[in-house]
């Protein structure tokens, strides 16, 4: 017969708290390519692959444009471990069935999911086509980026109403093109290589300037093509892929529309979600932050993480801050990491505001590593 017996808790009690999970950071290095296919269904939508051989296997031929786009995401000496692959779907309207546009497509694939970061279009889209996705990406979130590859003569004459000249007449800053009439799809080069860089590691930050595409010819691989068209393609800030000194096949320059570099776009998005999340987290996981300079203290911790990763990836460093002043930050003074952090006190905080529970405002200022495009040597020579 079986003893009964009464709980020890009364007398030792164990509490076991296993701590929340953080949320799962954006790696913005997924790229969606989407264009005509019946390997994927409408009802899928899109799929993620993680190479070519997969692709293959789930009925993808060697001569699908998308297949061949993604060929170059994968190809690159940088290249991401995964990709997103999304079909057109067939849509109707007012009793009518058409193929939907670029831009719908996106919305749609960004409705079931939102980890993607760039989308290219890999089929036969128009000007008003691009515009439309730009106008579209430019507004949502979680924050995307549109990439495409144009053949427009246009662009390397600098004709009113060339792609390059609208696009940027317009200031989006989360698109960008490039030029090309060696593949329909040349952009989905550096993008892969963008992707396969975002590793997160120590010295990790880049820029798309002076990288190589693999698997792209490069604009005067077989013909001649002008530094005046190189030269008009930049100042409407697109993008093309040349060969400099016989030697080097290059791309230049890596700009959005609205001329910000495509590396601090990538980073500072990967810099507000991170801050966003990680405080997020800090919110959840404690019992509660008390409205006191305790509780500002975590938060300034929280901040001052995410300040240092960017840091650890060379993303920002020491410099000088040449900006207005901020509180008690002055122009000329140096920001010893890259970062200086504020609050303002909160014994000063407004009566309603502490009635709101909210936090006095968090101040961060930023100083960017940058990066060196050109160089100037001057030698003189003396006999």
């Given at each position: 017969?079986?003893?009964?017996?009464?709980?020890?808790?009364?007398?030792?009690?164990?509490?076991v708290?296993?701590?929340?999970?953080?949320?799962?950071?954006?790696?913005?290095?997924?790229a969606?390519?989407?264009?005509?296919?019946s390997?994927i269904?409408?009802?899928?939508?899109m799929?993620?692959?993680?190479?070519l051989s997969?692709m293959?296997?789930?009925?993808?031929?060697?001569?699908?444009?998308l297949?061949k786009a993604?060929?170059?995401?994968?190809?690159q000496?940088?290249k991401?471990?995964?990709l997103a692959?999304?079909?057109?779907?067939?849509?109707?309207?007012?009793?009518?069935?058409?193929a939907?546009?670029p831009?719908?497509t996106?919305?749609?694939?960004?409705?079931?999911?939102?980890?993607?970061?760039?989308?290219?279009?890999?089929?036969?889209?128009?000007?008003?086509?691009h515009l439309?996705?730009a106008?579209?990406?430019?507004?949502?979130?979680?924050?995307?980026?549109y990439?495409?590859t144009?053949?427009?003569?246009?662009?390397?004459?600098?004709?009113?109403?060339?792609?390059?000249?609208?696009?940027?007449?317009?200031?989006?800053?989360?698109?960008?093109g490039?030029?090309?009439?060696?593949?329909?799809?040349a952009?989905?080069?550096?993008?892969?290589w963008?992707?396969?860089?975002?590793?997160?590691?120590?010295?990790?930050?880049?820029?798309?300037?002076y990288?190589?595409?693999?698997?792209?010819?490069?604009?005067?691989?077989?013909?001649?093509?002008?530094?005046?068209a190189?030269?008009?393609?930049?100042?409407?800030?697109?993008?093309?892929?040349?060969n400099?000194?016989?030697?080097?096949?290059?791309?230049?320059?890596?700009?959005?529309?609205?001329?910000?570099?495509?590396?601090?776009m990538?980073?500072?998005?990967k810099?507000?979600?991170?801050?966003?999340?990680?405080?997020?987290?800090?919110?959840?996981?404690?019992?509660?932050?008390?409205?006191?300079?305790?509780?500002?203290?975590q938060?300034v911790d929280?901040?001052?993480g995410?300040?240092?990763d960017m840091?650890?990836?060379?993303?920002?460093?020491?410099?000088v801050?040449?900006?207005?002043?901020?509180?008690?930050?002055k122009r000329?003074?140096?920001?010893?990491s890259?970062?200086?952090?504020?609050?303002?006190p909160?014994?000063?905080?407004?009566?309603?505001?502490?009635?709101?529970?909210?936090a006095?405002?968090?101040?961060?200022?930023?100083?960017?590593?940058?990066?060196i495009?050109?160089?100037?040597v001057?030698?003189?020579?003396?006999r």
């Amino acid at each position: 017969m079986g003893i009964k017996t009464l709980p020890l808790d009364p007398v030792v009690n164990i509490i076991v708290n296993l701590a929340a999970r953080s949320a799962v950071r954006k790696a913005f290095n997924l790229a969606l390519i989407v264009g005509e296919t019946s390997v994927i269904t409408q009802q899928e939508r899109m799929k993620i692959y993680s190479g070519l051989s997969e692709m293959l296997e789930d009925g993808f031929k060697l001569e699908d444009r998308l297949y061949k786009a993604a060929a170059l995401i994968f190809g690159q000496s940088k290249k991401p471990q995964r990709l997103a692959v999304g079909c057109i779907s067939q849509i109707e309207v007012d009793g009518v069935t058409r193929a939907e546009t670029p831009a719908e497509t996106f919305a749609a694939c960004r409705a079931i999911d939102g980890e993607w970061y760039v989308g290219i279009y890999c089929g036969n889209a128009t000007k008003a086509d691009h515009l439309a996705c730009a106008e579209y990406i430019e507004a949502i979130k979680p924050f995307t980026l549109y990439a495409y590859t144009t053949s427009d003569a246009g662009v390397i004459t600098n004709e009113d109403g060339n792609i390059f000249a609208d696009m940027k007449a317009k200031n989006y800053r989360r698109s960008f093109g490039q030029y090309s009439t060696q593949h329909p799809d040349a952009i989905c080069a550096i993008v892969g290589w963008a992707m396969g860089a975002m590793t997160g590691t120590a010295n990790s930050a880049y820029t798309l300037a002076y990288k190589t595409e693999v698997g792209v010819m490069t604009e005067n691989a077989n013909k001649v093509f002008a530094s005046q068209a190189v030269e008009k393609i930049k100042a409407n800030n697109g993008n093309v892929y040349i060969n400099r000194g016989s030697y080097y096949d290059i791309f230049e320059d890596g700009t959005m529309a609205d001329g910000t570099w495509f590396d601090e776009m990538i980073f500072l998005d990967k810099y507000q979600n991170d801050m966003q999340l990680t405080i997020m987290d800090l919110l959840v996981q404690n019992n509660k932050l008390p409205q006191t300079e305790g509780g500002m203290t975590q938060i300034v911790d929280a901040v001052k993480g995410v300040c240092a990763d960017m840091n650890r990836v060379g993303f920002v460093e020491s410099g000088v801050w040449n900006s207005a002043d901020m509180m008690e930050l002055k122009r000329g003074d140096t920001l010893p990491s890259g970062y200086f952090i504020q609050t303002e006190p909160i014994d000063k905080q407004l009566q309603a505001d502490r009635d709101a529970r909210k936090a006095p405002p968090v101040y961060v200022a930023l100083k960017l590593a940058g990066a060196i495009h050109h160089v100037t040597v001057q030698i003189d020579v003396n006999r």
